[in-house]
């Protein structure tokens, strides 16, 4: 049985930093996709990083490039978000994802496996 816990989530003012770590347990994060899902209230959801087989390659949405980085732990069997430079639009509910894979019109799309997500809030 596949789980995957998130944590790290919080409140904080604009510009501020705030890391996410996701533990997965019954899976092998370093053989397929993990990544980062947002979504908030009223939007759809959005595929935000992912790390692909092992961590060599990555990828970041548009609206985060440059200011989230993601990264992995296989020995810890551990995803992390580190997230700086935060914006009131960064608030949203984050899930951590696992066997993720593309859809027609972004790389991250969707995924067989989800955590319960953690609340990041910014405020201005």
């Known amino acids: 049985q596949v789980q995957l816990v998130e944590s790290g989530g919080g409140s904080v003012q604009a510009g501020g930093s705030l890391r996410l770590s996701c533990v997965a347990s019954?899976?092998?994060?370093?053989?397929?996709?993990m990544g980062w899902f947002r979504q908030a209230p009223g939007k759809e959801r959005e595929g935000v990083a992912a790390?692909?087989?092992?961590?060599?390659?990555?990828y970041y949405a548009d609206s985060v490039k440059g200011r989230f980085t993601i990264s992995r732990d296989n020995a810890k069997n551990t995803l992390y978000l580190q997230m700086n430079s935060l914006k009131p639009e960064d608030t949203a509910m984050y899930y951590c994802?696992?066997?993720?894979?593309?859809?027609?019109?972004?790389?991250?799309?969707?995924?067989?496996?989800w955590g319960q997500g953690t609340q990041v809030t910014v405020s201005s």
């Open positions: 790390s692909f087989t092992g961590g060599r390659n990555t």
């Open positions: 019954g899976y092998t994060p370093s053989s397929s996709c």
């Open positions: 994802a696992a066997g993720c894979y593309s859809g027609s019109r972004t790389p991250l799309n969707d995924a067989n496996y």
